[in-house]
């Protein structure tokens, strides 16, 4: 992991060492960290704005690790990164992750039975009208309809963790401030096997706003506004 020192781009980035744990700071902000291999560390990711910028309001890109060894780590969806920015208008920021029954970041999906997972969610921007959807992310050029992974997902009650809706393609709500939510994902498993990829193949749920209409009063934009995934696995 790079250090990032003093950015004059319009989007500054930065970092901080984590416990799995507790998500507390282990370490000092943007300074090197080591990974010994075959083990994991956990982060933080900030992005400050420096200026505004026109274009589209959504923006991504990479997360690179650039190590001792090597210029820089493989880039995959598993470490990718969504940016958001709509002006003067208020925008929610979804923080999320996703939980598996095996707490490995993998949900396994068998024949019949499909398989499921969990995402917890809270959002620390504006109060705002969002969507929740799951989709699946796949290596560019696999089209075929037949090894491509579907999801179902409804919002949860944070005590019984059970469906307070029928199981829909997506889920709109408000998101209040600072009010956890949670969500149930059930995925169905593909008539032939992709393989597995967990670097390449991800079950997303993402989170969205949408944008005020244009001056003639259509035309909303989706806009992103928070996004965790995990691998899904076909058994």
Do not use: H, W
């Not at 005020?212 to 928070?226: R, Y």
């Amino acid at each position: 992991m790079r250090r990032v020192d003093a950015c004059a781009r319009p989007a500054c980035p930065g970092f901080s060492p984590r416990s799995p744990a507790t998500n507390t700071p282990v370490g000092a902000f943007n300074a090197p960290v080591d990974i010994p291999a075959g083990q994991s560390r956990t982060f933080v990711f900030a992005v400050a704005s420096q200026a505004s910028g026109l274009g589209d309001p959504t923006t991504g890109g990479p997360v690179r690790f650039q190590c001792a060894n090597v210029f820089f780590a493989p880039e995959k969806l598993a470490n990718s990164f969504a940016l958001t920015s709509v002006g003067t208008v208020g925008v929610a920021d979804m923080i999320s992750t996703g939980v598996t029954a095996t707490n490995d970041g993998i949900v396994n999906v068998l024949p019949g039975t499909g398989g499921a997972f969990a995402v917890a969610t809270v959002n620390i921007g504006a109060a705002a009208a969002i969507r929740a959807r799951p989709f699946y992310a796949r290596p560019f050029g696999e089209d075929d309809p037949a090894k491509q992974f579907t999801a179902f997902i409804c919002e949860t009650d944070l005590t019984t963790r059970t469906c307070v809706n029928g199981l829909t393609p997506t889920v709109e709500s408000t998101a209040v401030p600072n009010v956890p939510r949670t969500f149930a994902v059930f995925v169905l498993r593909p008539t032939v096997d992709p393989g597995f990829d967990p670097g390449q193949r991800r079950m997303f749920v993402e989170f969205e706003q949408f944008s005020p209409p244009d001056f003639f009063g259509t035309n909303p934009i989706p806009i992103l506004v928070g996004s965790t995934s995990v691998a899904p696995r076909a058994e």
